[in-house]
């Protein structure tokens, strides 16, 4: 491998590299009594495993742990990133799941701190349905530029993206994929995983001479 030419995919250089998805979605709430919430959320763990990726998720209840389910049911592979600081803590305190995991981290963070670990941690993101919560790992995903998948036509956040990008004077990007079949969103969005040219620092995303903020701003400037 030619060291000095410029890498632009993870792919490129480690075909065999194993793409991580995270699944992020509500943990609770009214959202967990939606049948349709719950069965996709699966299917989107079971295509995750199929596609022979490894699901990361917040290692917390509610849909994330209903993909962990689905995936772990067709042999996939499950990495949970924790917001306690110990086994004891995850089970006792965050009253969190171990069943469908191969792996946890215990990061110690708390949940919000957690968030941008567990976003990290993934080359891609699919956003289920969920409140709050969900929608603060969706804008870390979005701000640093990770290809992201969003599940439609279940409720929630993930059903009202596109209104929140407008209502910011964001834009939708084509690191950007919606779709309400589970099996057609993790498709589209590994396509999107595998071709993405990655900063090496995550912030040039966002600001310098070629960010996304940065243009922004210049093209305020430039119809004003």
């Not at 993870?10 to 943990?27: C, D, K």
Request: glycine share 10%; proline share 5%.
């Amino acid at each position: 491998m030619n060291t000095n030419a410029p890498i632009k995919n993870l792919f490129e250089i480690m075909p065999h590299a194993t793409p991580r998805i995270g699944v992020m979605g509500s943990a609770s709430g009214y959202i967990m009594s939606n049948p349709k919430a719950i069965k996709n959320s699966q299917k989107i763990g079971q295509q995750i495993a199929k596609k022979g990726c490894i699901l990361v998720n917040g290692a917390c209840p509610g849909l994330p742990d209903e993909a962990a389910k689905g995936c772990k049911g067709q042999g996939g592979e499950v990495f949970g990133v924790s917001p306690a600081i110990s086994i004891r803590s995850h089970v006792k305190k965050y009253q969190s799941p171990i069943e469908h995991y191969d792996n946890i981290m215990f990061t110690g963070l708390g949940l919000m701190e957690r968030d941008i670990i567990n976003i990290r941690s993934c080359h891609g993101v699919v956003i289920l349905p969920g409140g709050t919560g969900t929608l603060n790992e969706f804008t870390v995903a979005y701000d640093e530029g990770k290809p992201i998948g969003i599940l439609t036509g279940c409720d929630g956040v993930a059903d009202h993206i596109k209104e929140i990008l407008a209502f910011c004077h964001r834009e939708v990007t084509d690191r950007m994929v919606f779709s309400d079949d589970p099996v057609e969103l993790v498709e589209k969005l590994l396509e999107i995983v595998y071709k993405t040219e990655v900063s090496s620092v995550l912030d040039d995303y966002l600001v310098g001479d070629s960010g996304v903020v940065t243009q922004i701003q210049k093209d305020m400037e430039e119809s004003a």
